[in-house]
């Protein structure tokens, strides 16, 4: 009998293991088989998303590098950030470790985990269609024309840039993808918020401010643009009247509008109306002569939905003022400022480089920003005793670092903006010193005991001038409970001092430069303006204003007044010309290095370009030119400082 319950106990074990382990493949099979339709399902729509429509000309071809593979079915993550499948939501990291983020230096720079849904948020047959187009100006491709006529040249000296030139070009032209290769592998978040993007304007050249909206409304996501407010800060000129209004009304509808003002305000007034009638959770502040890439948008947004005080911007390329080529910049950097407050860029710190397209810290903004709305308000907006333009700039950027948040730069995002040459001379919008007022006030209640390194390194700048009722601004910043600018140049800007000292270094070289070829003839500006090829004239004793040099510890040949230093065109051809440019203070094109042995003052991008003077013959003024050195040629050869 026992033997029998002993046989029967074994049986009904045997049966229940085998149950059990029946249950367990069944479920992952069952698990796997579902885990397969799923993916399999997802792919499906993934592709159906990415096809490309049937109505593209048969002309045009699919290019793999446009392309989403059949096995991209998951969100491409980046070390900077995805690595979690988890999402930190707006209120789910608290200030201490924000802070703590802000200014980690220890370890690769990350930003926030992402959570919830991605999505590839590219137009995939807009951006197609766009490298297949061929007419003037496509694919930022230059333009040039042969002869300037005299309604050309009045246009140039108006806008310092070539009107004509962008008048031949259609406003709707199409642009290179100049982005790093793995920003097309990256997905963002699916719930973005949507933007307000502001463009206040002066007397902006129609065609250059229709083709900064066209490239707007054409390469963002219909559901993430969700207006432009142009604000028209007083323009006087004809086709900026009627003829935009009935252009906007027509080609936009209800997205852009349009708000008058009846008289100047300037740049920084000018974006506050704009902000004040903004509608979404977004702004985004642009200049009026600027064209977006394709796929800006999304990256720009995605680190303030993270986090409502990340403040962002996009890389700016360039637009060449002469022929609307598309010119990519030629490396990242951060933005900030020296001692007489003048923007310089700096390379990324080394904690925050990470491919090339990750987001990364810096100082300040310039040229752009993007800033939840609600934070934006929270903060104050801009000090609107901030006249006309500069300075709103640092202002921004000190109370964004100081007040709570935290600037980034999106490589990921591009956008190209023309730098103005030389205009006409004009009569200013005040009769009284607004750039030294601006400056002085943000010097006042943001730099706190730095304060006086300005104003010991541009005295001229600051005498008499009146920083006007400061106490508002400063009850904000102690509301705010924001932090010190001590604070701010050890965590955000720790190589700043080291770069920028207080006290400015004795030049390694000062005075003319002086062609040994022929001694009475000097290094002269001729009173040329910016992006001007430099000229010889007679030497003058003492140096006049436009041939007195220096020659910095950073290795910059600098005018003495100013903010201009010398650059080679970049060429590397026979007699490439030579140029005054604002000094960016990242070496390569304004690197130079006086050889005495020799005499010769050698580029530094490779060492073996010289600066060499060509005469002055007939009408035409003697020129300063690059070559590659020569010890036999004596017109290589100058003196540093001995009229």
Known sequence: MNVEI????????????????????????????????????????????TEAPKDIPPEVHLESALVISSDVSTSYQTEALMTTERAVTRGSISRNKFESLKISRGALFRLLKRTGKMKDWRDLHAMLLDRHRKGLGDMGRPVSISDTNAAGKMLLGLHGFQAQVSDLISVNRSLPDVKPRVCNKIKYLKKLPNATVVIPFHNEHLSVLLRSIHSLVNRSPAE????????????????????????????????????RLSERHGLIKARMVGARRASCQVLIFLDSHIEVTHSWLPPLLEPIAMHRTIATAPILDSISRETFAYEKGSALSRSGFDWRLHVKHLPPLPTDILGGYAPYRTPLLVGALAIDRRYFWHLGGYDEELDIWGGEYLEMGFKIWMCGGMLLYIPCSRVAHISRGPVLERSSPRTYNYLGRNLKRVAEVWMDDYKRFIYDRNPELFHNVDAGNLTAVKAQRKQLKCKSFNWYMTYVAPDFLAKFPTVEPPPLASGVIQSVAHPSLCMDTLKREHNQPLGLARCSNPPGKYQDWTLTKDHEIRLRTGHACLEEGGSKGNNDPVKLYHCHSLGRNQFWYYNPKWQWIQQGEGWYRCLEAILPHGPNPGQVVSNNCNKSNILQRWNFGSP
């Not at 009904?12 to 059990?20: D, H, K, Q, T």
């Not at 028209?232 to 349009?258: N, P, T, W």
Request: glycine residues 6%.
């Open 6 to 49: 002993k046989l029967l106990v074994r049986l009904l074990l045997a049966i229940l293991l085998g149950s059990l382990i029946s249950t367990v493949f069944l479920g992952k099979h069952i698990h796997i088989n579902e885990s397969v339709k799923k993916h399999n399902n997802r792919s499906k729509d993934i592709h159906s998303e």
């Open 224 to 259: 993430l643009l969700g207006e432009i407010i142009l604000v028209d800060d007083a323009s006087h000129l004809a086709d900026l009247g009627q003829e935009l209004d009935d252009y906007l009304a027509k080609a936009f509808g209800k997205i852009v509008s349009l708000v």
